[in-house]
């Protein structure tokens, strides 16, 4: 999915860096074998989050929505030595498409799948997090803020993708749930006195949150 021109788009990932082999083998086979391919971050914001865990200096992540293992094998590549990615899957083919992909891959050591409702997952996860990424279903949106929030380290960076969706988010008579969801939550973030957010229009949107200094 993007809110932008094609052309634009595409004039975007001809100038971001290129996907490794490994990365182009899984983007092969998730358009190959899955319904619905464009659920795959892709190459340009595939290279915005492995440039976000790097200026993060992220050791530890926290990502709500393997499907089949993109968004995960790229960040693991801006991780330091010892930096780990626990990433969560509800649908079993594609965490099995994710755990063939990632045991292929440079990475295997940094990835781990937790198979089952992310929502039960997180709950006995313990933090802290320096880097959370959600991109799952979207009604559940609040609930996975909320139950990450607090796992989010003193300068953590959360990362919630598909705020815009499609655009449909800014009419305010859309009949679209997903949405309807995402609205909501936006509104929710933003006047959220924990946070700090930034939206931006990268491939469907993206917001960035950020806790703000206890006093």
Known sequence: MAIVHPAVEAYAEAHTTPEPPHLVALAEETRASTSSPGMMVGPVEGRFLAMLVHLAQAERILEIGTFT???????AEALPPGGRIVTCEVDPEHA????RHVEASPHADRIEIRLGRAIDTVRILEGPFDLVFIDADKPSYPAY??????????????????????????????????????AALNEQIRKDPRVECVMLTVRDGMTLVRRRPTP
């Open 69 to 75: 293992g993109y968004s995960a094998l790229t960040m």
């Open 145 to 182: 803020y909320e139950a990450t929030l607090p796992l989010l380290s003193a300068r953590g960076l959360m990362i919630l993708d598909n705020v815009l969706w499609r655009g449909e988010v800014a009419d305010p008579g859309t009949a679209d749930p997903d949405a309807r969801a995402l």
């Open 96 to 99: 099995a498409i994710a755990r």
